[in-house]
């Protein structure tokens, strides 16, 4: 990429998380939706939530943009390293739901374990513990650092910048963008929690672990086998 | 006062179901079966090959060039140009082309393939690439995929040429 | 003992005469429906129709003289369960050569359209006006059962049945209660109530991830029902683990399950559609209820549920949990007459009857529709493998 003004690639930037957001939020829809759906009910909760994951998917995203930036790796579809980090990280990100799925932890929350009679959709409201907050951080730097198809594109753009920080930038604006799209989660807050919808979201999440783990099991076995 | 309302509601609604019952298969299916074809909505590309781009007629067949399809979202595929050749009947027993599908003038790709007879039979030839941006391939040999295929349908031979992403994805 | 039998038996719901004359309209419908089979040529298909007018008549009238309802309408449910593959299988045999399905026959949009894809088509068509299926949006020749049909035809079928499309419409829960009716007594009576969430955790997964993925990833992963009907062809490790999904989850939840539990296991605790379909059961007027006054909390009714649908607290509140697909396993069992069709809107228990009539001569006219045609089609498939002159 030729060297641009930085206003230029600001513009840029910025224009490509608001055009690839919708992919963005294809790759890591899976992941939010479900986890998002497990929390308590409210809007202040899950905006705060929504934050915290989000902040953790913007280190992601500059680790790896510097990271690159060093590395000078054009990145691309072929490129050798992204299979074993694509399909560690999906491994990784089946862990996370796993451990949501799961009900974990269960000392802050009582609703890990839904009890078996009640089972009737639009039930009784229950009431939660407030979450933690590194759930939220660990599966936010995990979708940061997932090698989705916008998260390639601003890769080769911001590995052709000419210093450091315009790389960083140039990430940070790109996020930015994308995380627009992410706002319509928050609103899930205002849906009414009960045993019986946590239950579905934790199976939707054991089930979406499942796929998770399975792509990027495939995608690993399929580098260790073939290269 | 209220409970007979809501009654008199409850058998007309009733009422109301089973005329819509009667209506189903004269009336409803028909208006709502036109209302799902003219809703604006087209079967994902991945499976039609997607617009047409150009055409061009050698004597009693067609050869169409469509414009590139890239996967949606994380669809599980490459980019590739559907070509076709139809109709079957009218092509020679031995196809050979060289087309342009990026219509720069130039030839892209050489498709060769020879036609079964049997319309259930896939044609066996290759895809030879001309241009980088295109990847060449043979058949029967080469798996065949929703970007990457030679085939015979509706009385056409459809190939698939995909295309490389070299650098960037696209 | 003949006479001891004749002692004991019931009095009958309704006289001979009174069943006749409430089955007329149906037997007209009916008539009706196949009127265009008989104008066409094709004695084998006259053969199906007829078949099929006199079964779904006579099922009707056995509905109005015993007061039964389940019992006569598995037999129907069941013959659509048994029949649709056959019929099917043997058109894609003459037409293919084979029960998969070739790239070539999907790029040329000639899969039909299957209902199930519904909740998959939504996200992407209303945010990319794309239809993830590789179906033909308007009938051609070589596929008949081209997505418009198809939708059209469920939407308008919906409106009349709500989640009862699960027992008088859909032509595969049939086979799991013709498995889970082949077994005398349930081997396996303790079932976790959670387990009846898992339709609707996997209707959260397919819709996600087929919006995701741009692919219905419940027909290309989960569907038990490919293992009857079509599949993608096994040319790949990856096409071949999924031919062993859906046998595994074919044997399982539609041989095995019903057999052992005496349930309708896979529409139970597996169909991501039928937890779809659920959703319209609140906009549907026709329910089951519980006479609280009659009720003395036995629980035949929630052993009877073939879907459980039934739970402690919800007979105790007098209805169903949102899944019940008005099937009438509950009332046909009830013994003090506490399980009752309900008309929305009115009083529980003061016209039973009339709500009942009112929701079968919708669901019936519907089940004729769909599942009498597709019935009578594989009769004459069948008749057609017969060495008949």
Redesign the interface.
Known sequence: MAVLPLSTSAVEALVLGLATGPVCLASCGPVVLPWMLVQPRGVRGHARQMSLFLAARLVGYLVFAAAIWFAGIALSRSWSGRSWLFGGVQVLLAAGLLIYAAGWPRARCSIARPRQELVQIGGASVDAARPRATGALVLGFLTGINLCPPFLVAGVQAAGLPSLAQALLFFAIFFAGTAVWFMPFVSLGVVRRTSSFITVARMAAALLACWYGFTGASLLIEKAIYG | MR?QV??V???V??AV??A??????FV??????????H???????????GAIAAAVTHGAYQTVVYQPVW??????MDPFVQITFRPVAALPRRVLEAIDLDGDGQPDVRVSFTVPPDP?S?PSGEVVALNAKYAGFGMPGS????SQ?M????GAV?VRVPLK?????? | MASSAARTRPPAFRSVGRSILLTVPVAMWALLMFAPTFRAPGRNHHLGASAVIVFMTTLFFLMMRTGKTYRWRRYFFVALGFLFPVGFIASLVAVRGSMSIPIERMVSGDTPFCYMVIPLLIIPAALARTLIFPGSILPTASNPHSIAVMIGLWLAMTLVLGKAWCSYGCFFGGIEEGFAAASKHAKIRKLDARLRLVPWAILLFVVVLSAALFEPVYCMWLCPFKAVTEYPAVHSVETAIQMGIFIALFAALVIVLPFLTKKRTQCAYFCPFGAFQSLFNRINLFEIRFDRDKCVDCTLCQTACPTMALSVESIREGGTLLNCMKCGACVDSCKKGAAVWHLKGTKVALKPERARLLFLYGAWAMATLFGGSILASSIATVIGFLPLR
């Open positions: 409970a809501k009654t509601l409850a058998y609604g009733a179901t089973l819509i019952a009667v209506c189903v298969p409803l299916m028909g208006t709502f079966s036109k209302a799902v074809a809703a604006g909505l087209h079967v994902d590309a991945s499976y039609t090959g996967p949606r979202a994380l669809q599980q259930r896939r798996r065949s995929s929703f295929l085939v015979q349908s509706n459809v992403e070299a650098g960037t994805l696209r």
